[in-house]
């Protein structure tokens, strides 16, 4: 894409950098830039559409990369390159395999001194480095690289090698937390130094152009945010500075509906538009001049445990993906494509589940309670190859991260690390916990709709008059259960605090489930047997 590709666009005197940006899709605290700043007279930021992130899933052949995600990486691109263009440069965007695309232009510019990018942990993105540093040896070009995508660095770890990693959460989060600090957030450049002249932008592809269709857009999302550095910060001013949200945040990240029950930070910090310790120095700066409490802290709590699963895969490696997991645990799979259907499609006839089964589905997006719930009915309930999950979540998901989805699904699956205790989660407690009232089902599972209270959450154990004045036909408008845990008989007759009252107003919305702040810690270190 050059407007001389024969000959070379600069002398071999002038020093040029290749950024090439992958899941650091921002200029701020981005070391990459920072360092390229210093070093060159002209930066190439590069950002490759990769062919193989649109090939099908490694076990299961699901889309690699589904419409969500897609959308926003491509709103993400496009802001990259309108921020660049104010700081006098340009984002130069790609269609191929990021070592290809490298190759052509170190040959084509001729003045390529290095080629930096922020190193990953994940074996097919660890082969494209591979692959990448082998182009450059052969081209005398230096690679420089850079470890930018956790709050801890790697090197600033208290364990004298990554393999002294805790196998347990919460002894590498008091390692870290009493024997390691937080880098200062690296400061971003007013002008980033000019592209080589002649050098085309490249278009930004479109859905048709990676052979993907476009989402349609739901209402009902409790994610209807754009991607984009820009997108990111404006999210974060307004859930700190603008709102306070964060100040209540333990007790209302176990929420179903809204936007503005958590963070929300995920899928911008999935592919890099924000940086781990921007949102670290903005807590702290929050809590100096705002308020310090246990939801400021759980902030820089979820950070951490998302720092944790990267190291675990740094780690482990391949492990992370093996059907035995990281103790290599035998357990007894099924992979019953019949019932894997009606867990994806929300047919299981368990109202929970299903109702967060569509959400993912029509909108890329899933609460943290509902992915918790909806893997463990997979792997305990249902027994199937938990993988079926991860690809699932991994084709789907807007925030999908490698190393968060599969460190979560092992953990379901009871196969990660730590795996002492079987945790199973009881849906109909759990859905009379955090959905008392039943709106977030009716919500998504319309066809129940007629069925008040938390009663919709067990409908097969209503009476056939019931049904019948709500408008439920079992299996043949809403399914019956696939299988009935027999833990569940301990909750169906219990009528939910949050129920309609007498007047028939709600006593409580269940997208603010402050009542059980205290069960906000996730299930991973929870003791209960009684989820």
């Not at 090939?55 to 491509?74: A, I, Y």
């Amino acid at each position: 894409m050059l407007s001389t590709p024969t000959s070379p666009l600069k002398m071999a005197t002038s020093r040029t950098i290749v950024c090439l940006l992958r899941n650091d899709l921002r200029l701020h605290d981005n070391e990459v830039f920072h360092w390229a700043q210093r070093n060159a007279d002209h930066i190439v930021p590069l950002y490759c559409f990769d062919p193989r992130h649109y090939l099908g899933t490694h076990h299961f052949n699901f889309p690699k990369t589904g419409p969500f995600r897609l959308r926003f990486l491509l709103d993400s691109v496009k802001d990259l390159r309108t921020t660049l263009k104010k700081k006098g440069s340009s984002l130069i965007v790609r269609q191929g395999k990021p070592e290809e695309v490298v190759s052509d232009l170190i040959k084509q510019l001729g003045s390529v001194s290095a080629v930096a990018f922020h190193e990953e942990v994940t074996s097919e993105e660890k082969q494209v480095e591979k692959k990448l540093k082998d182009v450059c040896f052969k081209n005398k070009v230096k690679v420089q690289t850079f470890w930018g995508s956790t709050l801890y660095h790697r090197d600033d770890l208290p364990f004298s090698h990554i393999g002294g990693l805790p196998d347990v959460y919460t002894a590498f989060r008091k390692a870290v937390e009493a024997q390691s600090r937080v880098r200062p957030v690296l400061p971003s450049a007013e002008h980033i130094r000019p592209l080589p002249s002649g050098l085309e932008e490249g278009p930004i592809p479109t859905f048709e152009d990676l052979e993907q269709t476009e989402p349609l857009e739901d209402p009902r999302s409790a994610f209807p945010c754009q991607g984009g550095e820009s997108e990111a910060l404006a999210r974060l001013k307004h859930y700190f500075w603008d709102t306070n949200a964060v100040a209540t945040y333990k007790e209302t990240r176990n929420g179903l509906i809204g936007v503005e029950y958590s963070t929300k930070f995920a899928p911008w910090l999935a592919v890099g538009c924000i940086s781990p310790r921007y949102i670290y120095e903005q807590i702290k700066k929050y809590e100096a001049e705002r308020t310090a409490n246990q939801s400021t802290y759980w902030v820089i709590f979820e950070l951490l445990w998302r720092d944790y699963f990267r190291f675990v895969a740094l780690k482990y490696g391949n492990r992370i993906f093996y059907l035995n997991g990281l103790q290599d645990k035998h357990v007894p799979w099924k992979t019953d494509m019949k019932l894997f259907d009606a867990w994806k499609e929300g047919r299981t006839g368990v109202p929970f589940v299903d109702a967060n089964m569509r959400e993912l589905f029509l909108t890329g997006f899933m609460s943290n309670r509902g992915r918790q719930n909806v893997a463990s009915f997979l792997t305990k309930d249902l027994g199937l190859d938990w993988r079926l999950g991860a690809e699932w979540f991994e084709y789907l998901l807007v925030d999908y991260d490698v190393c968060s989805n599969y460190g979560n699904w092992l953990y379901s699956a009871g196969v990660g690390n730590d795996p002492r205790e079987n945790r199973k989660f009881n849906m109909i407690k759990q859905a009379l916990d955090y959905d008392s009232n039943g709106d977030y089902v009716r919500q998504w599972v319309p066809e129940l709709k007629g069925i008040t209270g938390g009663d919709v959450h067990t409908p097969w154990t209503l009476s056939s008059a019931s049904l019948s004045h709500a408008g439920v036909a079992l299996d043949k408008t809403y399914p019956s259960p696939v299988v009935k845990a027999p833990e569940w008989s301990r909750h169906v007759n219990q009528k939910p605090s949050g129920a309609v009252s007498s007047r028939g107003k709600k006593r409580g919305p269940s997208h603010t489930p402050r009542q059980h702040g205290d069960r906000g810690i996730d299930f991973y270190f929870s003791k209960s047997k009684n989820l």
